[in-house]
């Protein structure tokens, strides 16, 4: 059901409420303007959470780059998280995970024809990314992990919510593992509880969308998620998951804020999983190399290690893993599908986004964009957009 992977602290209470303290008076100064956010003239698209850990982000991000590459220069700019680099690094394809991240350097493989940047501070990276030589041609950048990052100010803004941890049913943190209250969700344009079971009947997705209590000018989508073939890091053929037979023993080994949701996606398949789990974006070491050989060594036959994308860019490469781990190790490419027939829709309210407030792509070219055009050019204003005003 939905919210039962959320565990409250209720000891920790006390603390919470100092912190939400502090958060609260954050963002209040950003309201009233004393903090500053800044618009850009170029299209920015932020997909984030307010919880501590995985959502979906990743996933979310590379369904935008591949709605939009196509049409615009994309570029990605993160943070670049537990990166051993600093300042404002542009990923080129050998780009490891070390200077500029996992998840960056995961989408840099994947879409090497896409920006991918890393920078602490998202307005100088923005800046670096629409005025350096090289990437001045960027027609529209997907901000990954910003939600709470508001001195930059979106055109849309893209919150996350995981259907297992939904935000109504949890609490700041240190007690849950909010980093905002929830009303924190007011300032989305677009709110998508991800990770959705897929045999949600109509009512449960009724009792989300009160439950969820968004404004009007909001708008809520739900998405699942889609596996796609596994892939050997070293050796093999690529395997459909389909393919993995009751009898085989998995060894699902995790660098990400929480597995559970791989391993009810797997037990259809087989009910011998046997979890591996370490911290998010953990960097493994030679003590936890040795553990894998180790459990995998002792597991009986017919056998295989699943890991994530996301992993995978932290353990290809590294020295110590057995030969048969090597022979036996796959990854598992994750996408995500949207539900109750949305897809279009959302497709249709980004690309007319873009397509306002792009002047260099071929969505500005569109024949049926002079209307936008028209709305939009105002002097020297902003390129941003709200579907506050356009719903």
Same mark, same amino acid.
């Given at each position: ?5 959320i ?50 982000k ?53 879409? +090497?024809?896409v ?34 990052? #508001? ?34 969700? @007011? #300032? ?9 079971? #897929? ?16 404004? +009007? ?5 739900f998405?699942?998620?889609?596996? @796609? ?29 929480? +597995? ?8 259809p ?5 046997? +979890? ?11 003590k ?19 890991t ?17 781990v ?20 959302? @497709? ?39 579907f506050?005003?356009?719903g």
């Amino acid at each position: 059901m939905e919210g039962d992977f959320i565990k409250i602290h209720e000891w920790l209470l006390p603390l919470s409420w100092i912190y939400g303290l502090g958060v609260g008076i954050r963002n209040r100064l950003f309201d009233m303007g004393i903090l500053k956010s800044r618009d850009f003239k170029v299209p920015v698209i932020s997909v984030g959470n307010i919880t501590v850990g995985g959502s979906g982000k990743t996933p979310h991000v590379e369904y935008l780059i591949r709605l939009l590459r196509d049409k615009t220069k994309v570029a990605v700019l993160s943070r670049g998280y537990k990166r051993k680099s600093k300042g404002y690094v542009l990923a080129d394809k050998d780009a490891t995970a070390s200077v500029i991240g996992d998840e960056p350097s995961q989408m840099k493989k994947k879409y +090497p024809d896409v920006y991918v940047a890393v920078d602490k501070n998202r307005c100088h990276g923005i800046e670096r990314l629409t005025e350096d030589e090289e990437t001045k041609d960027t027609d529209v950048i997907l901000l990954d992990d910003a939600y709470q990052h #508001r001195y930059v100010k979106p055109g849309v803004n893209i919150l996350l919510v995981d259907y297992h941890r939904l935000i109504i049913y949890d609490k700041l943190l240190p007690a849950g593992r909010l980093r905002e209250p929830k009303q924190g969700k @007011n #300032r989305a344009d677009i709110v998508i509880v991800t990770k959705c079971p #897929r045999n949600l009947k109509p009512m449960e997705f009724r009792v989300l969308t009160r439950a969820m209590d968004l404004f +009007p000018y909001q708008k809520l989508y739900f998405t699942t998620l889609k596996y @796609n073939k596994l892939k050997p890091l070293y050796f093999g053929e690529d395997r459909p998951v389909s393919d993995i037979q009751p009898d085989e023993n998995i060894l699902l080994l995790t660098g990400i804020a929480s +597995p559970k949701q791989i391993i009810i996606d797997l037990k259809p398949y087989t009910k011998n999983i046997t +979890p591996l789990t370490y911290p998010d974006h953990h960097r493994f070491k030679r003590k936890d190399i040795e553990r894998i050989n180790e459990m995998f060594a002792a597991m009986p036959e017919p056998k295989i290690i699943i890991t994530t994308e996301k992993d995978n860019a932290r353990l290809f490469g590294v020295e110590g893993l057995s030969d048969e781990v090597r022979q036996h190790i796959y990854m598992l490419p994750v996408e995500i599908e949207f539900m109750l027939e949305q897809q279009e829709e959302f @497709n249709e309210k980004i690309i007319g986004y873009v397509r306002k407030n792009s002047r260099n792509s071929v969505l500005a070219k569109a024949k049926d964009d002079h209307k936008s055009n028209n709305r939009n050019r105002s002097g020297n204003g902003t390129r941003t957009i709200s579907f506050r005003n356009n719903g």
